[in-house]
Nanobody, 118 residues
Framework: QVQLVESGGGLVQPGGSLRLSCAAS??????ISWFRQAPGKEREGVAC????????YYADSVKGRFTISRDNAKNTVYLEMNSLKPEDTAVYYC?????????????WGQGTQVTVSS
């Protein structure tokens, strides 16, 4: 059984920054990722890191603003979010999928709310 626990969400003004954390019991899969879901919108994959080689992938909507990273010793993955925009408002989930190119998430956490508003 995999447990993923996100933290670090909150309210931030446009242009601000947040860092989300995800503590995992174990990273079984190669694709360590973050996705988000806003009310009335479809789930959107935000970022993914390959456990195998550390390659990273980002959605076009966050490229250049968000950075995914991992602390192997702590079994923790991070999402550094800069230059936040109101359209980044969503519940953010840490998730595992078989590989970054896949579309199926096999495990995810309870989510953490990010609200970008003045």
């Amino acid at each position: 059984q995999v447990q993923l626990v996100e933290s670090g969400g909150g309210l931030v003004q446009p242009g601000g920054s947040l860092r989300l954390s995800c503590a995992a019991s174990k990273f079984f899969h190669d694709g360590i990722s973050w996705f988000r879901q806003a009310p009335g919108k479809e789930r959107e994959g935000v970022a993914c890191m390959s456990k195998h080689d550390g390659s990273t992938y980002y959605a076009d909507s966050v490229k250049g603003r968000f950075t995914i990273s991992r602390d192997n010793a702590k079994n923790t993955v991070y999402l550094e979010m800069n230059s936040l925009k109101p359209e980044d408002t969503a519940v953010y989930y840490c998730a595992l999928k078989e590989y970054c190119g896949g579309t199926v998430y096999d495990y995810w956490g309870q989510g953490t709310q990010v609200t970008v508003s003045s």
